[in-house]
């Protein structure tokens, strides 16, 4: 076994770096700060949570940055506002909403420890002292912690280094641990030529996800796999397209696995929670996510088992 190495493209990175970069922020208010709302001004668009889940900004790109999967209960507004507004306001105010930020668990927030490693990445000291001068406008001691709000035009404003390292960080931290053998990884190229140039690479943008990634695999050399594996899949398309691919659950154990079968994780109401692509000798194409730092990979059996667990799981097979 050797040490999982994924390299990102410069071209994608570069991608990666101006998807980031957006014409607003987004800020969330439980009922007990809604009072903040007003200092964003009369620019600010003000949405009900639920609202806001149904519209144009709770998008692919949205939900990935502000991992609005993890907000915690009790949010009642969303405000858009433009980009300039946020630097803008009183020390004191943007203060208080950094900590609602921090307090309802939105994304773009970061652990001032982590952020102390990415600013030795930036090589003159000069550039290094002016992005921390920066960074400091936005940051806030709670709960003993300090903590980094990154918005939009911190982000438009960051030095390209350390742009660069904090997603490559971030990216680095969702490898799994081990990947094939070379001698391995070449013999399921040649087998699954349809997918090979997406084992063990990241996708330009967010939105693919393993049921995608699933039934590209699924679908052949046939099917326009490049078109599939960058869609947003969700699990009511992802049955349809097994069914069609003539999948069937069957009753084995994982001893008995073959190649092209399918493993499936389902929660305890019944919803599919995750899929992945048997390539043979215990090892799958796989992508735990629809974010774009979320690479397609070759991983191990042991790996998925790690990571999703043993239990409601279920095997199809290609009938």
């Given at each position: 076994?050797?040490?999982?190495?994924?390299?990102?493209?410069?071209?994608?990175?570069?991608?990666?770096?101006?998807?980031?970069?957006?014409?607003?922020?987004?800020?969330?208010?439980?009922?007990?700060?809604?009072?903040?709302?007003?200092?964003?001004?009369?620019?600010?668009?003000?949405?009900?949570?639920?609202?806001?889940?149904?519209?144009?900004?709770?998008?692919?790109?949205?939900?990935?940055?502000?991992?609005?999967?993890?907000?915690?209960?009790?949010?009642?507004?969303?405000?858009?506002?433009?980009?300039?507004?946020?630097?803008?306001?009183?020390?004191?105010?943007?203060?208080?909403?950094?900590?609602?930020?921090?307090?309802?668990?939105?994304?773009?927030?970061?652990?001032?420890?982590?952020?102390?490693?990415?600013?030795?990445?930036?090589?003159?000291?000069?550039?290094?002292?002016?992005?921390?001068?920066?960074?400091?406008?936005?940051?806030?001691?709670?709960?003993?912690?300090?903590?980094?709000?990154?918005?939009?035009?911190?982000?438009?404003?960051?030095?390209?280094?350390?742009?660069?390292?904090?997603?490559?960080?971030?990216?680095?931290?969702?490898?799994?641990?081990?990947?094939?053998?070379?001698?391995?990884?070449?013999?399921?190229?040649?087998?699954?030529?349809?997918?090979?140039?997406?084992?063990?690479?990241?996708?330009?943008?967010?939105?693919?996800?393993?049921?995608?990634?699933?039934?590209?695999?699924?679908?052949?050399?046939?099917?326009?796999?490049?078109?599939?594996?960058?869609?947003?899949?969700?699990?009511?398309?992802?049955?349809?397209?097994?069914?069609l691919n003539q999948y069937k659950k069957v009753s084995i154990s994982f001893k008995e696995l073959e190649a092209e079968d399918l493993i499936i994780w389902m929660n305890k109401d019944g919803v599919t929670l995750h899929a992945t692509f048997h390539l043979g000798y215990n090892y799958f194409f796989n992508k735990n996510g629809q974010s774009f730092i979320l690479p397609w990979e070759i991983?191990?059996?042991?790996?998925?088992?790690?990571?999703?667990?043993?239990?409601?799981?279920?095997?199809?097979?290609?009938?």
């Amino acid at each position: 076994m050797e040490e999982q190495q994924i390299k990102i493209d410069s071209s994608v990175m570069n991608t990666w770096i101006d998807c980031i970069a957006t014409e607003f922020d987004l800020f969330f208010f439980s009922s007990a700060n809604e009072s903040l709302i007003k200092q964003l001004g009369s620019s600010a668009l003000i949405m009900n949570y639920n609202n806001f889940l149904q519209s144009e900004f709770h998008n692919k790109d949205t939900v990935n940055f502000y991992e609005t999967w993890n907000l915690k209960e009790g949010i009642e507004k969303v405000c858009i506002v433009h980009l300039d507004i946020f630097p803008t306001l009183p020390k004191n105010i943007r203060k208080y909403i950094i900590e609602e930020q921090i307090k309802l668990n939105r994304g773009l927030i970061f652990n001032w420890n982590f952020v102390k490693e990415l600013l030795r990445k930036v090589p003159e000291e000069k550039v290094r002292t002016k992005t921390h001068k920066l960074l400091s406008k936005y940051t806030l001691n709670y709960n003993d912690e300090k903590f980094l709000l990154i918005h939009a035009k911190l982000w438009e404003e960051l030095h390209y280094n350390f742009k660069y390292h904090l997603i490559l960080r971030l990216s680095k931290e969702y490898i799994s641990n081990f990947t094939a053998s070379k001698k391995t990884y070449k013999l399921l190229a040649n087998k699954y030529p349809h997918i090979s140039s997406y084992f063990n690479s990241y996708p330009e943008k967010n939105g693919a996800n393993c049921f995608a990634a699933t039934l590209a695999a699924i679908s052949g050399a046939q099917a326009q796999t490049d078109w599939l594996i960058y869609n947003w899949v969700d699990f009511t398309t992802f049955h349809n397209g097994i069914e069609l691919n003539q999948y069937k659950k069957v009753s084995i154990s994982f001893k008995e696995l073959e190649a092209e079968d399918l493993i499936i994780w389902m929660n305890k109401d019944g919803v599919t929670l995750h899929a992945t692509f048997h390539l043979g000798y215990n090892y799958f194409f796989n992508k735990n996510g629809q974010s774009f730092i979320l690479p397609w990979e070759i991983i191990s059996l042991e790996e998925l088992l790690t990571m999703w667990g043993k239990d409601n799981i279920m095997i199809y097979r290609k009938q």
